[in-house]
């Protein structure tokens, strides 16, 4: 061969490594998108020519704190409520020797506190019984009569955990309707549910039922986005029952064992939120049956909060309470009468607006967090 000869095949060949360099470096690029896709599809995130920020997004999902032990940040967040209910009565009560001047302001801080007036009568009945038994007059001994009668007051016998497990009989996955007023902290907690079933190594999708307020949709995005839940959306203003179908429809679809769905809390008349979440419901259950319906409550509106709890629970059958903003209150009283009032226990406490402050809820240690010192 001659140097030209030579020169032509060295060109050839190094023709062919650019090129097949050139392919590799596709194929790279094409599987890359394909696991940003998948994520898009999760995350709601711009697939494409911005899948670079997409596979940042899909790597950037949150780990939310795991349920356990959520409660115990409770005393330092309670410290309010602590002047009310635990603070004021422990001190009443470790005076020593009451009379009835001071029964009545024991009476008077127990209704102070929200826990009503029927909750407050049996108490008092329980607190007058207990120190006659035990002759209460120091601290100790007062603290220990509260804790056993206020944690009697909260019921431990309830049944508070959450139907939130696949069905795996029907193949179906759970369904949990999220209903309230507005501004009570439903949409947030809609998201801070999720994050707390994902905590628990739960698959979750999000219905955002609530239709009615335009920004509550993209809210629920966020909260979902943050954890790798898929979101099903509506039109604004559009019928919140297919949205909730649709919801459940593709938690079925995609095999999740819970579908979360938020509602619209328009509490215009009885008979129009009855109409409203009836439907919701009625058409979310063509799939099966609602598992839980938790009804969200702001601890700040006090007895408020009970007329709305009333209406809510008249429309439909509440499984659980979530009492959100516990954190900005100084009463506490109405986890004790809110459960008295519908018969259903608090399952969940809002203890503050960051994206983990939701708390399972467990009497021994709410309690414990009134009365700590
Ligand atoms: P919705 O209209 O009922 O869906 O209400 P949102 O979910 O939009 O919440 C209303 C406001 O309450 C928001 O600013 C939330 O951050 C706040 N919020 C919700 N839960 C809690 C809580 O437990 N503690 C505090 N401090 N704020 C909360």
Redesign the pocket.
Known sequence: MTAIEYGVLALVILALLVVVLLRVASTRRSSGSTTLKTGTEETGAPIGPDAEPAATSVLELERPEPATGRLGRLRGRLAKSNTTLGKGLLALLSRGGLDEAAWDEVEETLLLADLGVASTQDLMARLRAGVRANDVNTVDAARLLLRTELIDALDPSMDRSLHVDRHRDVDRPSVVLVV?V????????TGKLARLLVADGRTVVLGAADTF?AA?SD?LQTWGDRVGAHVVRGPDGGDPASVAFDAVATGIERGVDAVVIDTA?RLHTKTGLMDELGKVKRVAEKHGPVDEVLL?LDATTGQNGLVQARVFAEVVDITGVVL?????TAKGGIVVSVQRELGVPVKLV????GAD?LAPFEPEVFVDALLAD
């Open positions: 309230g507005n501004g009570t902290g439903k949409t947030t907690t307020r509550a809210q809390g969200v959100t903003k516990l954190d900005g809002g203890l503050g607006e402050d």
